[in-house]
Nanobody
């Protein structure tokens, strides 16, 4: 069974930085995509950044140039470095991994709160 545990959320002032981590346990196979999503109050969950095992990372327009996703395959861990944070980045951030044949399987973390004060 695949489990994901996020850490690193918290309260930060606008302009500050945070680094989220997501540790993945269980078998996710060598071909997979690790993602960070976020969900703000009253809004739909949205994809923030993705890092495929065999491709380049990609980002939502709202975070390009400010956020960096990276992965350590040896540790089965994905990170999200968030710089120049804005109040509109306030949300619960979720780690997600897609894996298996056709990337048809998906697992989620429990989420970590990020609050950016103005």
């Amino acid at each position: 069974q695949v489990q994901l545990v996020e850490s690193g959320g918290g309260l930060v002032q606008a302009g500050g930085s945070l680094r989220l981590s997501c540790a993945v346990s269980g078998s996710i196979f060598s071909v997979n995509v690790m993602n960070w999503y976020r969900q703000a109050p009253g809004k739909q969950r949205e994809l923030v950044a993705a890092t495929p095992s065999d491709g380049r990372p990609n980002y939502a327009d709202a975070v390009k140039g400010r956020f960096t996703i990276s992965r350590d395959n040896a540790k089965n861990t994905v990170y999200l470095q968030m710089n120049s944070l804005k109040p509109e980045d306030t949300a619960v951030y979720y780690c997600n991994v897609r894996y298996g044949v056709g990337l048809s399987r998906s697992s989620w973390g429990q989420g970590t709160q990020v609050t950016v004060s103005s």
